[in-house]
């Protein structure tokens, strides 16, 4: 028989916490998106193909500092073509972000096959070496739990911080929330509508790109075809269970995470089918949006802007 | 106020510039191709020919071609039909993957009947359990306001892993592969072109197709639909019952889908294994995209995806390129039927 303590121990707490890290930056950056009024599905294939970008560059430099850079940037790009397909010539927002997931799915394992010779995985490059907290790790319990990870781990609550400041304390956070809620009022009061758009897509992909190093520059040291299994579209889910807030983003990730972990660590010991796990963050997501588990409304409608 | 309906209507269903819109992002998409094709060092002239023999050049090409179509047909139209009601029914893969499993367990479990009621009892099972789940996302958004491009998406995962845990444990055949165990020989649709896998399931989509198109065209159920998509407002106030016009269309849609999943397990692998669509659903909507939102352009658009799948696997092997390059065209067409405006404007500035 086995006890709930060798299931749910420091090491699996720990694990959530590392696993929570893709999907809140993802997550924060699907919240920028969707609160200027576009959704960003195509954050899947943003965070593949910056994973693959960050790992390239971590191999042609061997610094992989540089190759978070690239992640970002390439993230930012690839937010700018969503914003130009669904702001400047009003396409359908899902449309675009589908074709960004399935262009990414084909653009890096065919990337991958012409630089390593496989479509499967990359050589394995320069990664980033987790830090180690001088007094908090010597704490016990939260200890091993917190105290030894990556940087960009310990990076996530702040830019979640970061987030919160710019949405709710600045007048740059007013004009995207007018943006989402109601554009043309916003533009009347003077502000730049386009433009707020443009930024709000472009920081999406650029967390995205963040996300997707942290897999293949932290998480692991190399590109794998795939790698991203969803996180994407679990990052999409988090946003609504967080209910498009910083700090709920946070906590939803964190929680989609722990589901991550416990469903890795019940697969090692067998004990409950891993699929049933997997489909728990869907769930609860639908049950957000039924009103079983709270009411989550959108900050937009999501419909394309025309200036009159 | 039908009568104002009706006009509408009328002026939505010309879309004789949008084929020439179609095709330019097909072509745009297959130009932007051979740059990557040419940039990686590769001869796109011959990646093309290649492709293009595989996929038409011989009868076992055509057979290929035409079997990687068929489920693309089913899907497309499941999404053509939820966005002729205003839905964005993105969760077709999910109500495929439940109708193929529902199928199987059909196929399985009622053998020993003639094939003549077995083959449609199977199929009929695989559509109404697609169906039902298409209807959990109409209840979900008449009901409580959840908007259907996210529910149909999350549940479009929650039948991935439902269907796998399903093949994995209580249902799994013995042995190495997550997979039932075969289906009875009465639930098998035949092969109607040996060697290659195309099955009688072409048949049904085909049906499908001509009886899509009389039901948006000739029937009121297909009258209200479309009015609902176009005006929902003006639609309610000339007493079309809206929430039940959602119900329907997430219904049909989702049967639909559920019904390609029935045909691809009864004709082509005759047992439901785990990942056996390697994203059947997804295609549907870029394919429907593609095919202007019209029955019979799905069906074209569905043999041009079903083409690159099964040209690219002869391309991959006559001329080294990786098969991902057809993924990549995939998305590229996806993204340029995405932007009408764009394509349009690209059009204009050709032909000045």
């Known amino acids: 028989m086995v006890e709930l303590l060798d299931v749910i121990n420091v090491g699996i707490l720990a694990a959530a916490i590392r696993m929570a890290t893709p999907i809140v930056y993802a997550a924060l950056g699907g919240m920028f998106s969707e609160r200027v009024g576009v959704v960003n599905i195509g954050m899947e294939g943003i965070m593949l193909t910056s994973a693959l970008g960050g790992v390239i560059v971590s191999y042609y430099t061997g610094n992989p500092w540089l190759g978070v850079v690239a992640a970002v940037a390439i993230g930012g790009l690839m937010g700018l073509v969503h914003a130009v397909v669904t702001v400047r010539y009003a396409g359908n927002q899902i449309v675009s972000g589908t074709g960004l997931n399935v262009l990414a799915m084909g653009f890096t394992a065919y990337m991958s096959q012409i630089l390593w010779g496989s479509r499967g995985a990359s050589e394995s490059v320069a990664s980033i070496e987790d830090i180690t907290i001088p007094i908090l790790s010597d704490v016990p319990v939260i200890g091993p739990i917190v105290g030894t990870h990556s940087p960009l781990v310990y990076l996530m609550p702040v830019v979640t911080a970061i987030c919160y400041v710019v949405l709710f304390r600045t007048p740059l956070g007013l004009h995207i929330r007018a943006v989402g809620e109601h554009p043309t009022a916003a533009e009347t009061a003077g502000i730049d509508v386009v433009r707020i758009k443009y930024m709000g897509v472009i920081v999406s992909g650029m967390l995205s790109g963040l996300g997707g190093a942290f897999l293949s520059l932290s998480h692991l040291n190399l590109f794998a075809r795939g790698m991203t299994g969803g996180r994407g579209f679990i990052a999409l889910a988090a946003l609504i269970f967080g209910k498009w807030m910083p700090f709920g983003v946070l906590e939803a990730g964190l929680l989609f995470g722990f589901a991550d972990a416990l469903q890795m660590r019940l697969q090692s010991l067998g004990i409950l089918p891993p699929q049933i796990i997997l489909m728990i963050p869907y769930v609860l997501t639908v049950a957000v949006l039924a009103g079983v588990v709270g009411r989550a409304k959108p900050p937009s409608d999501y419909k394309p802007y025309q200036r009159e | ?352």
């Open chain 2, 1 to 352: 106020m039908k009568g104002a309906a009706r006009r509408a209507l009328r002026g939505a269903g010309r879309s004789s510039e949008g084929a020439v819109f179609q095709v330019a992002a097909i072509l745009l998409a297959f130009t932007v191709g051979a740059l990557v094709l040419y940039v990686s060092g590769y001869n796109p002239a011959s990646a093309y020919v290649a492709m293009l023999g595989g996929a038409f050049g011989d009868v076992y090409g055509v057979g290929q071609t035409l079997t990687q179509a068929t489920p693309i047909v089913f899907t497309s139209i499941a999404f053509l039909v939820s966005s002729k009601a205003g839905l964005f029914n993105i969760g077709a893969e999910g109500q495929f993957l439940v109708g193929a499993f529902a199928s199987a367990l059909a196929g399985i479990y009622l053998a020993g009947l003639p094939w003549a009621l077995h083959i449609p009892l199977a199929l009929l099972v695989g559509a109404a359990a697609g169906g039902a789940w298409g209807l959990i996302a109409a209840v979900l958004k008449t009901r409580f306001d959840a908007h259907e491009v996210i529910t149909t998406m999350m549940l479009t995962y929650v039948a991935d892993y439902l269907t796998g845990y399903l093949s994995n444990y209580p249902f799994k055949a013995p042995g190495w592969v997550s997979q039932t165990v075969k289906i009875g020989a009465s639930a098998e649709l035949p092969r109607i072109l040996p060697p290659t896998q195309l099955s009688a399931g072409i048949l049904v989509a085909l049906a499908l197709v001509a009886s899509t198109a009389y039901l948006l065209r000739k029937t009121i159920l297909g009258f209200e639909l479309r009015a609902i998509g176009l005006n929902p407002s003006a639609a309610e106030s000339a007493g079309i019952n809206i929430n039940r016009g959602v119900m329907a269309a997430m219904l049909l849609s989702g049967a639909i889908a559920g019904l390609g999943g029935a045909c691809e397990i009864l004709g082509v692998h005759r047992r439901f294994i785990e990942g056996f669509s390697p994203g059947y659903g997804w295609d549907g909507l870029a394919v429907a995209l593609v095919g202007g939102l019209n029955p019979v352009g799905s069906l074209l658009a569905a043999i041009l995806f079903g083409a690159l799948r099964s040209g690219g696997m002869i391309m991959t092997r006559s001329t080294k390129v990786p098969l991902d390059i057809v993924i990549i065209l995939q998305g590229l067409v996806i993204v340029f039927v995405a932007a009408p405006t764009f394509m349009k404007s690209l059009l204009r500035r050709g032909r000045r």
